[in-house]
């Protein structure tokens, strides 16, 4: 994967500050957090959902030395859709971004981030 720039839209943006102010979280783990909650809805994102607008990350500091691994479950995630390889920045994106709005609405503070986690852990036990 080429990108090295990731911009989030103009809403996506705007609702990572308000996880931000919920949680203490860094804008960085509250975006690993939904970019894994996206991968885990069975719907496909529509990449042209999520313009690049506002926020952006170097992908180092998003992703950080799990980079190899966000990228595998990707890649993982296109075969379970049957999509091309040649989609894959255009849905790290589309699953960022889906990933931070949907977070948003599930967490309100730092107790329902638990419980999201706890109900993740419990699925895969």
């Known amino acids: ?25 860094t804008p960085n783990i509250l975006s690993r957090l ?41 890649r993982q995630r296109l075969a379970q859709d049957n999509l091309s390889e040649d989609l894959l920045e255009a849905q790290f994106r589309a699953h960022l971004n889906r990933g931070v709005l949907s977070l948003f609405g599930l967490v309100k503070s730092m107790s329902d981030l638990a419980v999201l986690c706890e109900r993740a852990a419990s699925r895969h036990e």
């Open 34 to 74: 939904g970019f894994c909650l996206s991968l885990s809805d069975p719907a496909i994102p529509n990449s042209e959902s999520y313009p690049e607008e506002d926020r952006e990350f170097n992908r180092y500091t998003l992703l950080g030395e799990w980079d190899d691994l966000f990228v595998a479950l990707l």
């Open 1 to 25: 994967m080429q990108l090295n720039k990731i911009r989030l839209s103009n809403e996506a943006s705007e609702r990572l500050k308000h996880l931000k102010a919920r949680t203490g979280m």
